[in-house]
């Protein structure tokens, strides 16, 4: 069985940073053909993409993000990373990891870890 697990969410204050952690368990193929991202949906909006990373490590950022976050992939620990820098309110929300195989349409999703951006 398939596991996405997430980590890392929780309460900041705009300007300080978050790490999101995501680790793999149970795929039918290597983590490291596996496309990885993060999504995000606040509150009364679509589900958005934050972040991704290929399997050859091409990176890809919502215009919103873009300066602020890192996604990073570390293959040997079946892991996915998102670097939060300088949050601000509009990037409250539930964080999904999700794993895409390569050159297919099966995908995975975690269960979400909940980002909120308050003073």
């Known amino acids: 069985q398939v596991q996405l697990v997430e980590s890392g969410g929780g309460l900041v204050q705009p300007g300080g940073s978050l790490r999101l952690s995501c680790t793999a368990s149970g795929l039918a193929l290597s983590f490291s053909r596996y496309t990885m991202s993060w999504y995000r949906q606040a509150p009364g909006k679509k589900r958005e993409l934050a972040a991704g990373?290929?399997?050859?490590?091409?990176?890809d950022y919502a215009d919103s993000v873009k300066g602020r976050f890192t996604i990073s992939r570390d293959n040997a620990k079946n892991a996915v990373f998102l670097q939060m820098n300088s949050l601000n309110t509009e990037d409250t929300a539930v964080y999904s990891c999700n794993a895409r195989r390569e050159n297919s349409a099966l995908t995975y999703w975690g269960q979400g870890t909940q980002v909120t951006v308050s003073s």
């Open positions: 990373i290929t399997s050859a490590g091409i990176t």
